[in-house]
């Protein structure tokens, strides 16, 4: 990656991260969904240890959730921006192409991160009790997959381009699913075989794997490399597939 291309990138960054900083209250009023989620489904799950072990399990995993929500959905606004024309006159700029698909995913690091460090603040009190450095590691980890799960968005908002129906139909038609193999909300360890056995094959489950790990301190565990390897593999396939829709979307 060359010097033009970065500094491309830093400029599709600074312009898609702006509205975000004129607006964080959006931030805070999208944890509305994860925190119903933590009130309705952590008092179902099962812990030894009480209320501070159920934490422990599940707040990690909502941190993920609430990642895969906002980012996967993100490609919405690319489409807005197709719509208005306002994606045109980008494209007229003598931005390079890749930078165009590349500062929009890494935007996704700053929603991200504040997300994640709400949500620890708020379970905190009720006995929740992150890793200092895993949870650092953890979200650093988390920022790698949302960009490729970002870029993939933006790819899914150019394929289904004015057609915005088919956008969100495929959103969330894998959303849950994923979600839900993941092991998210509720374990996976005693349903049926075919549901582990495809519960492997979902890179979401080693990222969330990865994740109560690291925020438990085990930041050596076999869980973490496998999720490293998720969010990378994520990561590389979005940015490739996502910079190639791009070019072709320009070309």
Known sequence: MNTTLIGDTLIVFGRELRPVLRDPFSVVFSLAQPLFFLALFAPLIPAAGGTAETLQWFVPGLIVMSCLFATSSTGSNLQFEM????????LVSPLRRPALIIGRALKEIV????????LIAVTIPFGFRPDP???????????VFCVGLGALSYTLALASR??????????????FPLLLLAGMLLPVDNGPEWLRVLSRFN???HVVEAE???FDGR??????????????????????????AMRRATG
């Open 212 to 214: 109560r790990a690291l």
């Open 133 to 143: 450095v895993g949870a650092i590691l953890g979200l650093l980890l988390l920022c």
């Open 111 to 118: 929603p991200t991160f504040a997300q994640a460090a709400l």
């Open 83 to 90: 719509q208005t024309g306002a994606h045109e006159r980008m």
């Open 219 to 244: 930041l050596l565990a076999p869980e973490v490399a496998a999720g490293v390897v998720a969010a990378v593999a994520v990561a590389a396939v979005g940015l490739f597939i996502g910079t190639r």
């Open 203 to 205: 890179p979401l489950t």
């Open 162 to 175: 004015n057609q915005e129906w088919v956008f969100w139909g495929v959103q969330q038609t894998l959303l």
